[in-house]
């Protein structure tokens, strides 16, 4: 009988393509024959219209839990992430930062790594993210925008190929636009969403912002938003106890991302979660505060000489 490793390589490469993202990890460290038949294989099922996204915890240092509810607890080692921040998840890639400027692109179940030039800013606390693209892609931008002041806001914009931040102040105060807790792009406008009902619109074309507010009900609009979010996505797709274990008193951040349903896109916001029912100030000595993400996983390989 021969061995598994002389399988021919064309039916180990059908076998991998189709695979979800755990088992192509498992199968891809099989031996070095199934890891070069797998290097065309991407875990493209992840990204399917019917999957939900797996959500990304950095626990301590490069280790990792990546969860989803119908599939439990897996542990990666991610050396990357120790340190990071994630800014952004799109399509299997996140956006990353660490003290000092350094931001990069990276698919965590591959190493693929993207370093962007560096960050104006050499820490950043409530600076949102959103893409245009994934970073492969020639067309991709992306935008960076934080509160200067209560009354302005700064844009940092960088696209593909350009070696430094492009930044743009926009007079909004903070009394009529609250937190980002979305920000997406859509046929050449950046959106951001806040706490409330207002949306801030970046033209690429005009170079500026509009505000806008979202309304529901009757009547005709001057415009509709080119996507649904979705709040509280944590409470109603995770299991506290499958994921958390016996810790009871946790304190998550997490980082939202665009998905697809039935041909529209989807944001999940991004969301604070506290595990305790009690008060924060009964409950902060103790707690333990972690950093999530939700991420359709893949497994982009790219060129070692790639560059931004």
Partial sequence: MESWSDLPSELLT????????????????????????SSSASAQIESAPYQQPWLLIQTEGSRCSLYKKSRGNFHPDIPEMDGATCLASLQGWLLLFKQGGSIFFLCPMSSAKITLPQ??????????VAISSPPTSPDCIVSVVNRSDSMNMDLHLLCRGEENWTKHTIRFHIDNFKSITCATFYEGDFYYLDTGNAALVFSLKKKSGTRCQIVDGEGEPERYLPFFTTQDYFVRNVKKEQLFGSDKNVFITICGTLAERDGCNEFIRSEDFRSSENSEEEEEEDCIKKRGVWIFPRFFQIPHDQRW
């Fill in 14 to 37: 059908l076998i991998a393509i189709r695979l979800p993202i755990i088992e192509l990890l498992c199968f891809s460290s099989v031996c070095k024959h199934w890891y070069a038949a």
């Fill in 119 to 128: 960050f104006p800013h050499s820490e950043i606390s409530d600076h949102v």
